[in-house]
């Protein structure tokens, strides 16, 4: 199987830009690539989701290159509450289960 | 409601019960996900339904393990002779269709332990 994987933690600041790579390098080529936010104890909650190139929501961005083997979430300005587990999911070339990431924990210092 | 509804929130049973988890999932969804996820771990991915049709139950650890959407809509993930090992949160989530850029909805899950 093809592995998914996301850098385990990462840390900000309030008001800065950050930026979470997944690397999945062998995903289905007529699939989405969708990224999820979840805080403890509840479920994931859909942020945004993508096929190509760049997506732009009201909450974050998605920049997914040609190759699809990677897909960066951009997260504008966080605040506080941006800290949370982020994890992409993908579906494997050849297969219909899905796969998540490992998930990156954000944590926003003020 | 609005949302995915799992039942129960919170399951406790002894080693060797068999245990039934119910997934509500937003009416009109035709995609119905079944995952566990243990503390501090990603979702993993158990099976899925289109209408009552499973699609993929490859990711089901065992044949202790089945799940049911009989009608299209309700689907039940069951768990025959309970071992601790199984001990996780069972997540739920829908979607509008299968891909098409329909995201998935998911349920608050159900915390299941076994003692």
């Known amino acids: 199987l093809a592995k998914t994987t996301q850098p385990i933690s990462m840390d900000s600041y309030e008001g800065q830009e950050v930026n979470i790579t997944c690397s999945h390098n062998n995903i289905a080529t007529n699939d989405y690539i969708t990224w999820y936010q979840q805080f403890p104890s509840q479920g994931p909650r859909f942020i945004i989701q993508?096929?190509?190139t760049k997506v732009t929501n009201e909450v974050a961005s998605l920049f997914i290159p040609a190759d699809r083997k990677s897909s960066t979430l951009s997260l504008p300005r966080v605040s506080l509450s941006d800290t949370a587990v982020y994890y992409c999911?993908?579906?494997?070339?050849?297969?219909?289960?899905?796969?998540f990431g490992s998930g990156t924990r954000l944590q926003v210092q003020p | 409601g609005a949302g995915v509804s799992q039942s129960p929130r919170y399951k406790v049973t002894k080693r060797g019960q068999d245990v039934a988890l119910r997934c509500d999932p937003i009416s009109g969804h035709v995609s119905l996900y079944w995952y566990r996820q243990a503390l501090g771990q990603g979702p993993e991915f158990l099976t899925y339904?289109?209408?009552?049709?499973?699609?993929?139950k490859s990711g089901l650890p065992n044949d202790r393990f089945s799940a049911e959407r009989p009608e299209g809509s309700i689907s039940t993930l069951t768990i025959q002779r309970t071992e601790q090992r199984d001990s996780a949160m069972y997540r739920c989530?829908?979607?509008?269709?299968?891909?098409?850029?329909?995201?998935?909805?998911f349920g608050d899950g159900t915390r299941l332990s076994i003692l």
């Open positions: 339904f289109n209408y009552e049709a499973q699609q993929d």
């Open positions: 993508g096929y190509k």
């Open positions: 999911l993908t579906r494997d070339t050849g297969r219909r289960a899905l796969t």
């Open positions: 989530a829908s979607s509008l269709e299968e891909g098409g850029g329909q995201p998935q909805h």
